[in-house]
């Protein structure tokens, strides 16, 4: 099975920021990684996917790129909207595997 | 409008069985292929199963194969997860997620619907 290994597990960012989460796939995985927000209560909703493609609907502070098998999602100048908690996940090969989750919480 | 509308889950006794629903509207329900994840309580997410739009590929996590069986019936647009030998541990609530052909993400996701599993 594909392990995400996902960090930090939790950050406090102001607005002026830039925010930085990272998951490192234990094998290659190309690609295949998306990045969902959940906010309380409510389901995720994808932000990235492809690794770096924005999904529709989405704000251009939000972006997503690759370093070898790390992946990250970067938030430059968070909103107080973005809050939440985020997720990577892998869909390269099944068990699809998610990522332990970042609890993302603005000052 | 995309629509993923769960439906079925409530409080079933270990060792009992469930049915869930996911209804769809708003796209080609025949075109996606269809996920369950679950979420348990204060937890992370974790991927249960998939189906092809098809049909013709069926995936199962480990902690579920042989206990639950994905299905879906595209004349009705509805996905399906039938869950026998319950456990506590599969308390959760369960999100159904469409996936578009070809590609690898979980582009529109249910509200979820809660099982619990207790005596």
């Known amino acids: 099975d594909i392990q995400m290994t996902q960090s930090p597990a939790s950050l406090s960012a102001s607005l002026e920021e830039i925010v930085t989460i990272t998951c490192k796939a234990s094998q290659g995985i190309d690609d295949y990684l998306s990045w969902y927000q959940q906010k309380p209560g409510k389901s995720p909703q994808l932000l990235i996917y492809d690794a770096t493609s924005l999904a529709d609907g989405v704000p251009s502070r939000f972006s997503g790129s690759r370093s070898g098998t790390q992946y990250s999602l970067k938030i430059s100048r968070p909103q107080v909207d973005d809050s939440g908690i985020y997720y990577c996940l892998q869909s390269y090969s099944t068990p699809y595997t998610f990522g332990a989750g970042t609890k993302l919480e603005l000052k | 409008e995309v629509q993923l509308v769960e439906s079925g889950g409530g409080l079933v006794q270990p060792g009992r069985s469930l049915k869930l629903s996911c209804v769809a509207s708003g796209f080609t329900f025949s075109n996606y292929g269809m996920n369950w994840i679950r979420q348990a309580p204060g937890k992370g997410l974790e991927w249960v199963a998939y189906?092809?739009?098809?049909?013709?590929?069926?995936y199962y996590a480990e902690t579920v194969k042989g206990r639950f069986t994905i299905s879906r019936d595209n004349a009705k647009n509805t996905l399906y997860l039938q869950m026998t030998s319950l456990r506590s541990e599969d308390t959760a609530l369960y999100y159904c997620?469409?996936?578009?052909?070809?590609?690898?993400?979980?582009?529109?996701w249910g509200q979820g619907v809660m099982v619990t599993v207790s005596s």
């Open positions: 997620a469409s996936r578009v052909l070809g590609a690898g993400y979980f582009d529109y």
């Open positions: 189906i092809s739009s098809g049909s013709s590929y069926i």
